[in-house]
């Protein structure tokens, strides 16, 4: 379990690098030219970063988390806000939450628009995420604790890795807005390994389908139709959607109006 203070002591300047005063020393200035990833391709999304309205006073504690989770795993979701990523905080609270699913991490502070930046570990919920070239899974801990709630479902399928290109990568759209890769927000994943098999998007999604969620549908279309009915994802963008998309499911979250970091 981190240490509480610590982590305040961390998260907070970090917190500050855009509503606050420059800090005389400690926290690393946000650079100009960020750091981006070469290997990961660039993707077109679909819309501007906007954020959806949120409801900014529905947060639940770690103790309502880990009863919500309980509950989902057994009995299906019985708390609306669970897949809410409203509900998932910035900061010391998500990485409480983090704490509390066991996702180990260490915390990657001072980058430019990345609010509560991680590098993942391990698995999350007992999946591997992995990519090629052993690239690590940095992140914000939003997205993190936001697949670590649909794991359950992930798990429903068999799931036990998660093949990705990137999810942190500082970079604006086409038309100039900050993607959500550069807030940590977004993941653009590629594999899945289902039963010991490992499927990919670009060969084992069937395209163009009028009903993915059918039983008798691919199982990776079958995967997008869960994504899809939890309602957590802001973005949640197939291959059936444009060239660009053709291998992967690119899955973001939403920004909190109120941890608005650009
Ligand atoms: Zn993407």
């Excluded at 946000?30 to 970063?49: G, L, R, T």
């Excluded at 989770?69 to 979701?77: F, H, I, N, S």
């Excluded at 940590?184 to 594999?191: N, P, S, W």
Aim: glycine fraction near 10%.
């Amino acid at each position: 379990m981190a240490n509480a203070a610590r982590l305040a002591s961390l998260l907070i300047p970090a917190l500050c690098l855009v509503a606050c005063p420059p800090q005389p020393s400690g926290v690393p200035t946000p650079s100009v030219s960020a750091p981006v990833d070469a290997s990961v391709p660039n993707d077109a999304h679909p819309s501007p970063e906007s954020s959806a309205p949120i409801d900014g006073g529905s947060r639940i504690d770690s103790a309502a988390e880990h009863a919500a989770r309980d509950a989902t795993t057994e009995a299906g979701p019985i708390d609306p806000h669970y897949f809410d990523s409203s509900t998932i905080p910035h900061g010391v609270g998500c990485v409480s939450l983090l704490d509390g699913y066991g996702i180990a991490h260490r915390m990657y502070l001072g980058r430019p628009a990345l609010q509560t930046g991680i590098v993942v570990n391990g698995p999350i919920g007992g999946i591997r995420y992995y990519a090629n070239g052993n690239i690590p899974l940095i992140t914000d801990c939003r997205l993190a604790v936001a697949l670590a709630r649909v794991t359950p479902m992930l798990k429903d399928f068999g799931v036990t890795e998660m093949r990705f290109s990137g999810s942190y990568v500082y970079r604006r759209s086409k038309a100039g807005f900050l993607s959500s890769h550069a807030y940590g927000l977004a993941i653009d994943v590629h594999g899945f390994t289902v039963d010991g098999e490992r499927l990919e998007l670009r060969k084992h999604f069937r395209r163009g389908m009028k009903n993915g969620c059918a039983a008798d549908a691919p199982v990776l279309n079958r995967i997008a139709c869960e994504f899809r009915k939890l309602g957590l994802f802001r973005e949640f963008i197939t291959p059936d959607f444009n060239r660009a998309h053709h291998d992967h499911f690119h899955i973001s979250i939403a920004r909190l109006k109120d941890g608005s970091a650009d």
